[in-house]
């Protein structure tokens, strides 16, 4: 359960350290974290497309883009990030091959905010962290149990690069906190040290109702129709 909820409650005060080499912590533990990390939308999808392919129905059904997106963009991520860290710790001469294997694979899936480890961290090499580090910034997906900006945000970001599109940060200022203007300064530095753009925004928020709601649709009015948020498609979070 805490796997699948990408939580990484530890009962036993060495998270998975004792289970490092144990079949259990890659036929139960890892694919928990992956089914709870890619999102509920993805796993309903992925569910109707199977069903539709064991049944032999005539009628294809074809995974939406999201879950497509959301599929490749998590392979990729697991897979790089196993890759990196193994290479990292072979050059940095730590134990056996094979468990240098084992341990990047489980180290890469967990680090997408599931919170367990197999290998203590002052054990890793630095590059290994940083990649660790890389992995919990972005995170699971759109509607799973996993937090970070979300595998569809960073793939939409790479891809908007890559297509050369000017990408904008924009932040919104509800003006319901003292000192929350100066918060605009450290999304600046954050989008400048990242090459985007930025805007600033301040907005009025209505009297009456539901606070966070009054809220939301105040900022979805000073936004542009195309915005990305690291959440879910409404900017719940």
Known sequence: ISAFCNAGFDITGESM??????PALFLAITPMIILGGIGFIVLEDASGWLRN??????????LSTHSRIVLVTSAILL????????????????GPIPQAALDSV??????RTAGFTSVPMEELEA???????????????PGSTAGGMRTVVFALLVLAVDAGLDVVAVHVDH??????AAEADVVADAA???????????VAVPAGGDLEARARRARHGALPADAL?????????
């Open 127 to 141: 590059g290994s962290r940083f990649i660790l580090m890389v992995l919990m910034m972005i995170g699971g997906s």
């Open 79 to 94: 897979g790089a990030g196993a890759l990196g860290i193994f290479l990292v710790e072979v050059i940095g001469h730590h």
């Open 53 to 62: 392919r064991l049944t032999g129905k005539r009628k294809p059904v074809r």
């Open 106 to 111: 489980f180290m890469s899936t967990t680090a």
């Open 229 to 237: 948020f690291g959440h879910t498609a409404d900017d719940q979070a």
């Open 17 to 22: 350290i004792g289970l490092r080499s144990s």
């Open 192 to 202: 400048r040290r990242f090459g985007a753009g930025f805007r600033a925004e301040t």
């Open 175 to 180: 003006g319901l906190r003292p000192g929350s």
